[in-house]
């Protein structure tokens, strides 16, 4: 079975109302720890209505950096009183138990979000990032079988993880189970910008558009035959690419662009041009592939 990976912290565990009881134990404390937010606010005041959101959604974006505490100054004037807080909204950012920053009025979410990274400082990896890393290189070393439960633990806590996704699909595809591969891919948007989802999209489209691997035979005695069948040459290319091939199916195609560019409106290129982002833009099959078509194409 799959397993199961911490969620992001709730919003309840980052943001409460807080009291000049639970001060102590809820700014000066708890800042010991991870840095602390106090917004302090009143019912009556218009702009606090303005920062507060922006303030909770930066805090939630943050997923665990800093955590938030809002003081209502009209029920809890205490501490508000020893922090001189003149006016309000004012924030206060609170580590180690002592104020390190602050500000007065509804600021823009982009100062929020500066004010936040300073008081975080900055962020290492996180989980999600750890375990794709993972999942990356148990791919590369082969075990098919690690990397795709490291992925699918990555997608349970963040769902629309666009590089989860590409591993996870790139996992049923090396293990040949194209639905699925596909249902996976399916997960992302359809005009979500990720090389590793363009990349296994382009594996799929090849695999799914490949001639029967029984036929490779036939085509090899076709082209052996006669080297100018194109129709076989680019039918080859396609099933040694359906079957990962791609080094081997370059090949195929830059030979029929050498000996006929225009070949079937330049399809061989297209191919090849789809071969590339099915192995990645920046493989070793792309880059040599990319040298010899220039060559090809500019001598």
Not at 238 to 246: C, E, M, R, T, V
Not at 280 to 293: N, P, T
Request: one cysteine or more; charged letters at 25%; glycine letters at 6%.
């Amino acid at each position: 079975m799959l397993g199961e990976t911490a969620p992001n912290p709730a919003k309840a565990d980052l943001i409460k109302e807080g009291s000049d009881d639970s001060f102590l134990a809820d700014v000066i404390e708890a800042s010991k720890i991870q840095p602390v937010i106090v917004d302090f606010w009143a019912t009556w005041c218009g702009p606090c209505r303005q920062l507060t959101p922006a303030l909770e959604k930066a805090v939630t974006a943050a997923k665990g950096a800093v955590k938030l505490v809002k003081i209502d100054v009209d029920k809890n004037p205490a501490y508000a009183g020893q922090l001189r807080v003149q006016s309000i909204p004012t924030v206060y950012a609170f580590k180690d138990g002592k104020p390190v920053d602050g500000f007065m009025g509804a600021v823009p979410e982009s100062q929020i979000a500066a004010f936040i990274d300073k008081l975080a400082g900055p962020a290492g990896p996180s989980d999600i990032d750890l375990l794709l890393d993972t999942a990356k290189a148990d791919l590369d070393a082969g075990d098919v079988g690690a990397a795709a439960q490291a992925y699918a633990e990555a997608l349970q806590a963040e769902p629309d993880n666009l590089k989860a996704i590409a591993g996870l699909a790139r996992c049923y595809l090396i293990g040949g189970d194209l639905e699925r591969a596909g249902e996976v891919a399916d997960m992302a948007p359809a005009d979500a910008k990720d090389a590793d989802l363009a990349s296994v999209r382009a594996a799929l489209a090849l695999a799914a558009e490949a001639p029967d691997e029984s036929e490779t035979t036939a085509l090899q005695a076709k082209i052996a035959a006669d080297p100018s069948d194109h129709q076989a040459r680019f039918d080859l290319a396609k099933a040694l690419a359906a079957n990962g091939k791609l080094d081997q199916a370059a090949d195929q195609l830059l030979d029929i662009i050498a000996r006929d560019r225009a070949w079937n409106d330049e399809a061989a290129r297209k191919q090849l041009l789809t071969v590339f982002e099915a192995a990645g833009q920046m493989s070793d099959v792309a880059k040599s592939g990319r040298r010899r078509l220039s060559a090809i194409l500019f001598s």
